[in-house]
């Protein structure tokens, strides 16, 4: 049976989903814009914004049971791949091995107009 996952530790959605989604020991994160948890505003400059992302994913991957070393897929949506580099060395300090399978893509628009959003993959 599927499994809703809800966390106060990330932000709630802004739409009619869920933040994460478990099923038969997987755990299906829903796209992470780099929105604070605690203001529900985002984050300024896309460093900070992969930061933000990447902590309300692993926020909640905790509240599933799993955590980032367990992710098997990552989408990573970029406004601007300008940005693929500074994102690259973010991401690479929170997977530090046995990384996961990644697709990265620039989209036109993203919600909030953030520069970034994240979903994942994990097993639990």
Known sequence: ???IISTESA???????SQATKLNGLVFVSGQLPMDPKTGKLVDGIENQAKQSLENLAAILTEAGSDLSKVVKTTIFLKNLEHFQTVNAIYAQYFTSRHPARSTVQVAKLPLDAEIEIEAIGAV
């Not at 932000?11 to 989903?17: D, L, M, V």
């Open 1 to 3: 049976m599927k499994e």
């Open 11 to 17: 932000p709630k959605a802004i739409g009619p989903y």
